[in-house]
């Protein structure tokens, strides 16, 4: 818990080095995550549209995105 | 294409796919098609390699080494900044979707040449193997050699002409390692060409 509030410390110590690298980390994270889930959901033969609704996204975005790799496409 | 390959080009392909499962990826990159170069000691583009200092042994260990750097790596630190713990969510998303469920893809996508690959295709490891791949890179590189050989108007592809393709791509993990090794690209293509033009 203290070393928690260090960190939180740094975090709210404005340096921008800091606050961007954690938004990159974070965004690539959230992709990693987000391809994972895609593609699990497929295997358990979800639809894009499906997918999409949860995500908050239009079907053409996640469709688009995803659709043309080879693990992901191969329901359509 | 392949049919004009010599034993020592096919025998690259061979051995870049074995390369590539034994390092447990799921692609096959330029990186290893340089590996596959090198485990052929007695060719022509090997003792090139070998007179720059580059054994097999240390390209593996470089192409490792590229591995685990790179932008496109997770940094704890920074997400622990804002209190995101990455050993939690590793292992969370491990207990679902298996061992290196989050780890990153192919290196070739993090170098910017895979295309239309999945950031993440790696998800279920064991499953994949039987469907390991060139990467665009790589293909791009046997294009390339192909190209090189009807440039010296060579009738057949060897290994010396996937070699100058790999250089020609130049992008790719294969000529970084190289470059890393200290290996000046030109010098070594333009020492390929002069034995390739003695020998054909």
Redesign the interface.
């Known amino acids: 818990v203290e070393e ?1 509030g260090r ?2 410390t ?2 709210s110590s404005r340096d921008p080095a ?2 961007l ?2 938004v ?3 965004r ?2 959230a ?3 987000e ?2 889930q895609i ?2 959901a497929r295997e358990l033969g979800w639809s894009w549209q499906e997918i999409a609704d949860q995500l908050g996204v239009s079907r053409q975005a996640v469709h688009q995105k ?1 659709a ?5 496409g191969r329901r359509d | 294409m392949f049919e004009r390959f010599t034993d020592q080009a096919r025998q690259v392909v061979i051995t870049a796919q074995v390369q590539a499962r034994t390092l447990r990826h799921d692609w096959i990159g330029t990186e290893h098609l340089l590996l596959a170069i090198l485990a052929q000691p007695t060719t022509l583009s090997a003792r090139a390699l070998h007179g720059h200092g580059l054994t097999l042994e240390r390209a593996s260990r470089l192409v490792q080494e590229a591995l685990s750097d790179g932008s496109r790596q997770l940094d704890a630190e920074a997400l622990r900044a804002i209190g995101i713990d990455l050993d939690s969510v590793r292992a969370s998303v491990e207990a679902s979707f298996g061992e290196g469920a989050l780890d990153p893809a192919s290196v070739e996508a993090r170098f910017g040449g895979a295309g239309q690959e999945p950031a993440g295709r790696r998800a279920r490891r064991g499953g994949l193997f039987g469907h390991v791949r060139f990467s665009a890179r790589a293909k791009k590189a046997l294009e390339l050699g192909l190209r090189e050989a009807i440039r010296l108007r060579q009738n057949r592809i060897g290994d010396a002409h996937l070699l100058l393709g790999l250089l020609r791509e130049g992008q790719g993990l294969a000529a970084l390692v190289l470059t890393r090794a200290g290996i000046d690209l030109a010098e070594l293509r333009d020492e390929l060409e002069r034995e390739l033009r003695q020998a054909g």
């Open positions: 928690t960190l939180t740094d975090a800091v606050g690298r954690s990159r980390s974070l690539l994270l992709e990693r995550l391809e994972l593609t699990s995803y043309g790799r080879r693990r992901l």
